[in-house]
């Protein structure tokens, strides 16, 4: 039998993280509900490992490439990585991002528990300019909700020439379009509530590194501040992971017909999917990776409030934030007071679940209709 190392991430994610295979033993893991373990062990305690959790983490270190940590939410992933860093210490990030990224970033600059510079990460010479001085780069790529895409390979490696640390929100892309790790990144992170766990039913985040020292140090961060995983929430995380290659798969296919479809639509005025030839992202995409993801931006000719009238009108497309699940979600992004100011009200954000594209079609047409 081949080792699960050799196997390509499709299979790696299905393979990895199971039980040694024995005589009717569990092929799946199991939840293992102790908040203790006997000793003598590795564990000892609840708050610092479970056997669940390790099943998950294992997977989706198959996936990318570094030793992996869970944690109870993205949001705790991204609050440990910044809490490792000196007072006063320089991050360098993009002015674009998921809002509770951005909220805590200036939540840290007001405290001045940290200094931000906050750049284009489409302009690799704005970036690059931003650098000198910086501890932590922290790069979503592509961006929440703007879908603008950093040229990684080339701003990875000139980060970590100036010694940089860089840390890289994979969510949108997750490893299978894009390997942040192999690339040169000292951390991918991951919101496994969303393309990875795909079924909107858990919280959860996700850092990956091979750095044996950064790891240590993050893990410290989690064992202290104890936003651990539950381990109901991290087997059904582990049975979502197993189907990723698939629903993304899907989902992407359906979401560059469906970008397409809108490029043209009489009622939208931009459309933002790096995946479209049209896309200002899509040569420097198309360099790395080997997808666009299933995330559309777009905007309408049209207020917000009509852009509210069609993610209330539709029928299949739940209007909710998130993303990332079997299910199509879209919202107005300015419903949110957190968003960044520089996103157009009008632009509503359509993550594209894995139902038949002509359905998906019909209702965005319909609902744009409404107005």
Request: charged share 20%; aromatic share 6%.
């Amino acid at each position: 039998m081949s080792e699960k190392k050799s196997l390509r991430p499709a299979s790696a994610v299905v393979a990895a993280g199971r039980p040694p295979v024995s005589a009717d033993g569990d092929i799946n893991p199991p939840i293992s509900l102790s908040s203790t373990f006997h000793a003598p062990n590795e564990i000892g305690y609840g708050r610092y490992g479970n056997p669940t959790w390790s099943a998950l983490e294992d997977a989706i270190s198959a996936l990318e490439g570094g030793r992996t940590l869970t944690f109870g939410s993205g949001m705790a992933a991204i609050s440990a990585v910044f809490n490792i860093l000196p007072r006063g210490a320089v991050i360098t990030a993009s002015k674009h991002g998921y809002s509770g990224t951005m909220s805590l970033l200036k939540k840290l600059s007001v405290e001045e528990r940290i200094e931000v510079r906050y750049v284009d990460v489409a302009n690799t010479q704005e970036v690059l300019d931003a650098l000198p001085g910086t501890v932590l780069l922290w790069m979503e790529s592509p961006t929440n909700p703007a879908m603008e895409v950093a040229d990684l390979p080339t701003i990875i490696a000139a980060a970590k020439s100036l010694n940089c640390g860089v840390g890289v929100d994979n969510t949108f892309a997750t490893a299978l379009n894009q390997k942040p790790i192999a690339m040169g990144a000292d951390i991918s992170m991951n919101s496994v509530t969303k393309f990875l766990a795909g079924h909107s039913d858990v919280l959860m985040g996700s850092l990956s590194t091979n750095d044996e020292a950064l790891f240590t140090r993050l893990e410290d961060q989690r064992k202290l501040g104890g936003a651990i995983p539950g381990p109901f929430e991290s087997w059904l995380a582990l049975r979502g992971l197993r189907t990723l290659a698939i629903r993304l798969a899907q989902s992407q296919k359906s979401a560059l017909e469906l970008a397409t479809r809108l490029s043209n639509h009489p009622k939208v005025a931009k459309v933002r999917y790096p995946g479209l030839p049209t896309d200002p992202h899509h040569a420097t995409a198309k360099k790395f990776m080997q997808g666009f993801g299933a995330v559309i931006s777009f905007e309408i000719h049209g207020t917000p409030a009509d852009a509210d009238t069609v993610c209330s009108s539709s029928t299949l497309i739940s209007q909710a934030t998130s993303l990332g699940g079997v299910e199509s979600l879209w919202e107005r992004r300015h419903r949110w007071s957190a968003e960044s100011p520089s996103i157009p009200e009008n632009l509503i954000r359509l993550s594209v679940g894995i139902e038949d594209v002509e359905d998906i079609w019909a209702d965005i047409d319909g609902a744009l209709g409404y107005y």
